[in-house]
């Protein structure tokens, strides 16, 4: 089965502009996780949606931060304006709806902020 | 605070063990997972316990739980150059929405020939 894709692989921006990843779950996967990872650290968890509805944005910054999963397959991380500290690999991850036995990450985009 | 804490790094030599160690605060947590995750890549599922079993062994991998300490470890037999890479223990998060993980800071494995 095909992985998790994602997209693009690296991405650098100045601070102060927006950018998007997308990410495509293994086909049939209902649960979709968006994870950031900074250096020297574990990923932490921004958002998590199961189908197209959000079950889990309580560490997304809002303010900076969206997320979306319209048709509850492929779905989009945006910042806008970025930061200095959103410097890290973003990671999405897809799981059966049961995710007992774990579940799939992407090769993530490394984002660099300067 | 901090739900899932790993020490750091540990550094083996080829054919020898590795023990990677992990402590967890949530008493609920009916699986445990331990990732791997090679430079430039995502992370990938080595292996799960669940909360009602002690051991579990899956060819050169050995977890084991520890109920009590709320203590989880990973055991590489014969640990090859190839394992080196960080390892991450995960669980289900307290007072969380979701099914979403929580993830140690990771044991970066380094393995000397």
């Known amino acids: 089965e095909a992985g998790v894709a994602q997209s693009p692989r690296y991405k650098i921006i100045e601070k102060r502009q927006s950018v998007a990843f997308w990410c495509n779950p293994i086909?049939?996967?209902?649960?979709l996780y968006w994870y950031q990872q900074i250096l020297g650290q574990g990923p932490k968890l921004l958002i998590q949606?199961?189908?197209?509805?959000?079950?889990?944005d309580s560490q997304l910054p809002k303010d900076r931060f969206s997320a979306e999963r319209l048709k509850g397959v492929d779905s989009t991380l945006k910042i806008q304006p970025a930061k200095l500290e959103d410097s890290a690999v973003y990671l999405c991850?897809?799981?059966?709806?049961?995710?007992?036995?774990?579940?799939?990450f992407g090769s993530g985009t490394r984002l660099t902020v300067v | 605070g901090e739900d899932v804490e790993q020490s750091l790094f540990l550094s083996v030599r080829e054919g020898d063990s590795s023990v990677i160690n992990c402590t967890y605060t949530?008493?609920?947590?009916?699986?445990l997972y331990w990732y791997k995750q090679e430079p430039g890549a995502g992370l990938q599922l080595l292996t799960y316990?669940?909360?009602?079993?002690d051991m579990k062994q899956d060819q050169r991998l050995t977890v084991l739980l520890n109920k009590k300490d709320k203590h989880l470890s990973l055991r590489i037999a014969d640990t090859q150059t190839g394992d080196s890479a960080i390892y991450f223990c995960a669980g289900p998060p307290l007072n969380q929405a979701g099914t979403a993980l929580i993830f140690g800071k990771g044991t970066t494995l380094s393995v000397s020939s």
């Open positions: 949530d008493s609920s947590s009916t699986y």
């Open positions: 949606f199961q189908n197209n509805g959000v079950v889990d």
């Open positions: 991850a897809s799981s059966q709806a049961d995710v007992n036995y774990g579940y799939t």
């Open positions: 316990i669940f909360s009602n079993m």
């Open positions: 086909s049939g996967h209902a649960t």
